[in-house]
């Protein structure tokens, strides 16, 4: 039997497939990034099945644990709390063993916050980025803006509502014009889309929200060929001013801002 990988609601319980009700009915084992959260899925299903934890702190222990199960025979499921297992969520290492022992793994399809912001956000386009939970620490959220900066596609990211009024202080310092949206509790009853630019809705959260977030990055702006040599040529007479060599300071600014590094050079000069 298939080791059977369940995407489960993102808020709204009705929000399940026939298929995956079914997979979860008929499974020897189901296994929940939490069993209490995946109970009350069951509960409010009917449906009665045996549980066992499988979660980032025993994933290793837990895969040792099921691979010979599934070798024998036994069917299984796997379920995350809220979307689609190994996707910000356990289940990859199990996935991965069950492919490399030769045993079928399928698939059933269901809710996916990313998705479902991306949409709701009116930015989808036909090509987008997620970034998984954005980084903590400043620096590295700052170097993922510069990343984005270059990125002509929507992006996609969770982050935790602590953490919310920060991000968007920081990514409206770096680029206060950038659209975004907010999106809160996706599905559930109080569920919010919070649209506008890094400036505004910085201003809007100052306080830290309630429920789930996912954040939805606009594209970058495109920008003129002339206005982006005129930043750059700006940009490198400052790092000259600071002391770099001209060579050196022309080779992080066409970094940072993607222009060519010997026109930048020659109109430095």
């Not at 069950?98 to 399928?106: E, K, N, Q, S, W």
């Not at 809710?111 to 479902?116: I, R, W």
Request: proline share 6%.
């Amino acid at each position: 039997m298939p080791l059977a990988v369940c995407a489960t609601p993102i808020g709204n319980l009705e929000d399940v497939t026939l298929r995956v009700l079914r997979e979860l009915e008929q499974a020897d084992l189901v296994l929940c990034e939490d069993t209490r959260q995946t109970r009350k899925l069951l509960e409010r299903h009917g449906i009665k099945a045996r549980t066992l934890s499988y979660h980032e702190h025993n994933e290793a222990a837990r895969v040792a644990e099921v691979m010979p199960r599934l070798e024998a025979g036994e069917r299984i499921a796997l379920v995350s709390d809220a979307g689609l297992p190994a996707i910000n969520d356990p289940g990859a290492r199990v996935v991965r063993a069950a492919l490399d022992a030769g045993l079928p793994v399928t698939v059933l399809p269901g809710p996916s916050a990313v998705e479902t912001a991306l949409v709701a956000s009116g930015l989808a386009a036909e090509r987008y980025q997620f970034l998984g939970y954005l980084p903590r620490s400043k620096k590295a959220r700052e170097a993922l803006w510069r990343e984005l900066s270059r990125w002509p596609h929507p992006a996609v990211a969770f982050e935790s509502p602590k953490r919310l009024p920060a991000t968007l202080v920081s990514l409206a310092s770096f680029d206060p014009e950038r659209e975004l949206a907010v999106c809160r509790e996706l599905s559930k009853r109080f569920e919010e889309i919070a649209r506008g630019s890094a400036l505004e809705l910085a201003r809007k959260f100052e306080l830290e929200p309630k429920g789930e977030i996912t954040l939805v990055i606009g594209p970058a702006r495109a920008v003129g060929a002339n206005e982006t040599e005129e930043t750059a040529v700006a940009a490198v007479a400052e790092l000259i001013g600071m002391g770099l060599s001209r060579r050196r300071a022309v080779a992080l600014v066409a970094e940072l801002t993607g222009a060519a590094r010997n026109r930048i050079y020659r109109l430095s000069l």
